[in-house]
């Protein structure tokens, strides 16, 4: 705000603010204050000196003695910048109430011109100490949120690979019109096992950048199976912030088409998915998915498995209240929409 130094009466005219502004600042239910050209205090309102508890005299003489010690240097160098340079400021600092208590306030200040010539700054100070407290509340519960979720899905990714692992040996125990049915699941553990680490390795757990996951959990899906011959491609405008739930059942849809694509086609064709995000300002959310590859006979030489894709996915939607309906063919692409209340868009 300003230095403490004394005003003398060398400087007439400046040495104390108009009484039409102590009049109005008086009347103000607002914290004010003002300076001379130098930067020197010459007025606190009474509503200042009823949160400070101390005299017109004794603040204008030095009033920094009430600062927090952590934020009077900061403070200082904030309003000597703006004082330099004749340019508007705003600071946070705590100072010491009447009852002892320090109180998180914004100060904003400007220069007063009258005429042309500089007159100093005119500030109010609002107390933003609920407001911060508020803040550093939400600030901590995010924080031991994603440390809560990193845990969980650590344990779920952990768990996840020794199913896979039992899946293998009962596979292979297995009478082989058997085995292609538990190979094909051990694929989809595997999938869920990857939709899990992305998840995980998200920056932030409880808010995810839908385009930065799917990007990523697509290059991972693509190297999972067949690698080399199966592409899978992010298109659209936009992304929106996602929470877990909404990210988990994206991720299995995603992996279950192209599970579904692979199990499909032969293994030297190359199979495309594409998917197409819709993040509108203001519009619901929409992916659209695309294979390839239409679900028709088992390709030659490939064991027959259950085609559980559609109930699958249709069960992976509701989880999350996803509205899905279409089958991700290029006749019929699975159209995919956001319940509004879990997305917003990412900054």
Known sequence: MAADTPLTEAEPGRAV???DFRRFADFVPLMMWRTDPQGRIVHHNESWLAFTGRSQAEERDCWRRGLHPDDADSHLAAFETALAERTPFTAEFRLRRH???????LDTGK???????FEGYVGTCVDITERKEAREHSERALVEKEALLAEVYHRVRNNLQVMVSLIGLYGRAAPAPCRGSFEALGQRVRAIALVQQHLHEAPHIASIDLRDYLHRLASGLGQLRRAGRIGVTIGGSGTSLVEPRTANALGMIVAEVVSECLDTTAESVACAISITIDAAAGAPVRLCLVSSSDAGATPSGKVEVP??????????AAQAEIAAHGLGTRAEPLILQLPEVLVHPAD
């Open 307 to 316: 085609n559980l894709g559609p109930r699958l996915i249709a069960a992976y």
């Open 111 to 117: 220069p007063l011109h009258r005429n042309g010539t």
């Open 17 to 19: 603010a108009d009484d």
């Open 99 to 105: 009852d002892g208590a320090y109180r998180w306030l």
